[in-house]
């Protein structure tokens, strides 16, 4: 209930300055890394988390203070599964993301934002032998992030990102002996980029 209280002050304070303040625009490329943890409610099932990665073009609509800032990210994350006595299961979650956030800008190169993330595309793939056999929806469609980033030399941009989920996943089936319970993610994701 906090984190969404949250996000609605964010958005609520961001249209409250649109509306008295002139309309700047920027734009530009963002690539970082990021670091998952999945997690599960079966006491007998350990998840080793990888480290993954992240690209995408993000805008800023800035208003004086607040910006809107929505954003498209392409998000690459693994993890492997090591059920107890089952084989190792390696997974590769490929998603597209789309974070609408709410920034506030207390001083010109300082931004805190937060806001909900749109996962529009998923595609998970659990490595047997040679394949790549499609499974299940690791990432939520739903999130949310939160963080803060500064601008240096006009144009690089760095910011530092925690994403969560809203709701764990129920009854995401791995094989037909293998069912996750409460599958749970967040990240913490370390962004550089270019603005134009």
């Not at 599960?40 to 099932?45: A, G, V």
């Not at 207390?106 to 805190?112: A, G, H, Q, T």
């Not at 998970?124 to 601008?151: E, H, I, M, N, W």
């Amino acid at each position: 209930m906090f984190r969404k209280l949250l996000l609605s002050f964010f958005f609520i304070s961001a249209l409250a300055a649109a509306s008295a303040q002139p309309l700047k625009v920027e734009w530009g490329v963002m690539a970082g890394i990021n670091v998952p943890d999945y997690t599960t409610k079966m006491d007998k099932t350990d998840i080793s988390n990888k480290l993954g990665w992240q690209a995408g073009i993000v805008t800023s609509l800035k208003f004086g203070w607040f910006s809107v800032d929505p954003q498209i990210f392409y998000v690459r994350q693994g993890l492997r599964i090591r059920p107890e006595g089952g084989d190792e299961i390696n997974l590769k979650s490929n998603s597209v993301d789309v974070p609408v956030l709410a920034a506030f800008r207390p001083i010109r190169f300082l931004r805190i934002f937060a806001g909900p993330v749109f996962t529009v595309l998923n595609s998970c793939k659990q490595k047997s032998g040679g394949d790549l056999l499609d499974f299940a929806r690791v990432r939520p469609t739903l999130s949310y992030s939160v963080g803060a980033g500064v601008t240096v030399l006009k144009h690089l941009t760095v910011d530092l990102r925690y994403n969560g989920q809203f709701k764990s996943k129920t009854n995401v089936e791995l094989s037909d002996d293998l069912t996750l319970d409460k599958l749970r993610t967040y990240n913490v994701a370390l962004n550089v980029g270019y603005l134009f």
